[in-house]
């Protein structure tokens, strides 16, 4: 590393030193990381950049007492930097006090109203149930990342993907037809013309640089927020009340470590208004996954008032399953007609509720599509890279685990409307999938975590 050069002749070169210390904290060397800001702070011990970049480094390390300490000292020295505050909501969350986290976070959303902001505000809230003031957050978060041309700069404007690309040249035309607003024709032909011109051969999932003509030709209209409309609240109960949750619930605790699944769990309008909200809304920010689906994500908008009232009735009716666990994340998946799902993986969560959307005339083969699940928990002294990482090395450390455990593979056919509930430990991934063609065929399927992952640490 060129500063290591800087540093053998000139030891106490701070800037070299900060330069050196946030490039290892990026590399993930968080032991150098950590030596050399504390090396700052020996000499500079009131520079409060110095003890936020050590909050910023313990909260990636997930070293929340230490990154307290740090995010103190720094909101005490500039009472002014938000994203010091900012660092200390996180700190907060992470140690479970979350009237703190949202206090702090509200210092740094009136500091500075940053997408980054209310999205930490948001996760503050949602920890204290506060549900609707968190998805109001989130979406207020996601309109000012991604709200037009003249959102601040971010990495997903700049790449894309041929399964991105056509994605949203079937949404578009979608919308067209729906609203007949030309200004999704324009888009669906301007996206259309880039995609034409690429190599026949480039793999769906790979991740394409836009050049700068690139861009001007797309209009800097790529990947943003052009149509929004929220799944609101329905009166009563969202889920289906016409079942026997005494039964589901038994049936969950025998079929242990815990797995069970419901169909027709949505009512018909619960299911209606979230079929709608994932076809139109055009927040399928998250494209970076090697076999090309998509994903929208909490934090990037994909938190609809609809979404978190059945959380709060399964909570509700299924009080053995979900205990007191909070809900802490939920995303979905949309995928193409015949394209890889997700690999073999766990979550970091207690209770993991995975229901699908897409109509079963879609699905091509009816026994599968589904969702694999192994009966054995992932091993609790194993971090989060080793359990939930697509890497060839960790599944096959993962397979040699399951083969040596005797785990049994259940596997849970696709149904629309059906919902699996398991026990977040649980190595699952997602079947072979083999569906129709056309926009409204793609197999979207939507994730809720409620709980946080039990490890030897606790």
């Known amino acids: 590393m060129a500063l290591d050069i800087v540093l053998e002749s000139n030891p106490n070169h701070e800037s070299a030193l900060l330069y050196s210390a946030q490039c290892r904290h990026a590399l993930g060397?968080?032991?150098?990381?950590?030596?050399?800001?504390?090396?700052?702070?020996?000499?500079?011990?009131?520079?409060?950049?110095?003890?936020?970049?050590?909050?910023l480094l313990y909260n990636d390390w997930q070293k929340p007492e230490l990154a307290l300490t740090q995010a103190r000292h720094a909101v005490s020295l500039l009472p002014g930097a938000a994203e010091a505050w900012t660092q200390l909501s996180l700190a907060y969350r992470s140690i479970g006090d979350g009237q703190n986290a949202l206090d702090a976070a509200e210092h740094a959303a009136k500091l500075s109203p940053t997408s980054d902001a209310l999205k930490h505000r948001a996760y503050?809230?949602?920890?204290?149930?506060?549900?609707?003031?968190?998805?109001?957050?989130?979406?207020?978060?996601?309109?000012?990342?991604?709200?037009?041309?003249?959102?601040?700069?971010?990495?997903?404007?700049?790449?894309?993907?041929?399964?991105?690309?056509s994605h949203d040249i079937e949404q578009y035309e979608y919308l067209h037809g729906l609203t007949g607003n030309p200004v999704f024709l324009n888009l669906s032909n301007s996206h259309r013309e880039f995609l034409g011109r690429l190599p026949a051969d480039i793999p769906r999932g790979q991740i394409i640089t836009l050049t700068p003509a690139a861009m001007a030709e797309l209009g800097h209209a790529y990947n943003r927020l052009h149509h929004f409309s929220e799944a609101s609240r329905v009166d009563g109960s969202a889920i289906n009340l016409e079942r026997n949750f005494g039964q589901i619930e038994e049936d969950y605790h025998r079929r242990s470590p815990g797995i069970t699944w419901i169909d027709d769990f949505l009512r018909p309008d619960t299911l209606r208004a979230l079929r709608s909200y994932c076809l139109e809304n055009t927040f399928w920010f998250d494209f970076r996954h090697p076999n090309g689906y998509l994903g929208a994500l909490m934090e990037n908008g994909f938190a609809a008032p609809l979404l978190f009232q059945i959380a709060e009735d399964l909570r509700k009716h299924l009080p053995d399953i979900f205990l007191d666990y909070p809900l802490f994340q939920m995303w979905a998946f949309k995928y193409d007609s015949s394209m890889q799902g997700i690999q073999m993986h766990a979550d970091v969560a207690?209770?993991?509720?995975?229901?699908?959307?897409?109509?079963?005339?879609?699905?091509?083969?009816?026994?599968?599509?589904?969702?694999?699940?192994w009966n054995k928990e992932a091993p609790q002294d194993?971090?989060?890279?080793?359990?939930?990482?697509?890497?060839?090395?960790?599944?096959?450390?993962?397979?040699e685990f399951l083969k040596a455990s005797g785990a049994e593979r259940i596997t849970v056919p696709y149904r629309q409307n059906r919902a699996v509930l398991f026990n977040s430990d649980l190595f699952h991934s997602t079947d072979e999938i083999s569906f129709r063609e056309g926009y409204e065929n793609r197999r979207i399927n939507i994730t809720l975590l409620f709980g946080q992952r039990q490890t030897n640490a606790g």
């Open 124 to 165: 503050a809230n949602l920890m204290l149930h506060r549900a609707d003031d968190a998805s109001r957050d989130f979406v207020g978060s996601m309109r000012l990342a991604f709200g037009g041309s003249s959102a601040p700069w971010r990495t997903e404007f700049i790449n894309t993907t041929p399964a991105k690309l």
């Open 350 to 373: 207690a209770v993991n509720l995975n229901f699908w959307i897409t109509p079963d005339d879609a699905n091509l083969e009816p026994d599968s599509g589904g969702l694999v699940i």
């Open 382 to 399: 194993w971090q989060f890279q080793d359990y939930n990482s697509g890497s060839s090395d960790r599944q096959s450390r993962i397979n």
């Open 29 to 55: 060397n968080y032991p150098e990381s950590e030596k050399l800001f504390q090396s700052l702070l020996e000499k500079h011990s009131g520079v409060a950049f110095y003890h936020h970049g050590l909050a």
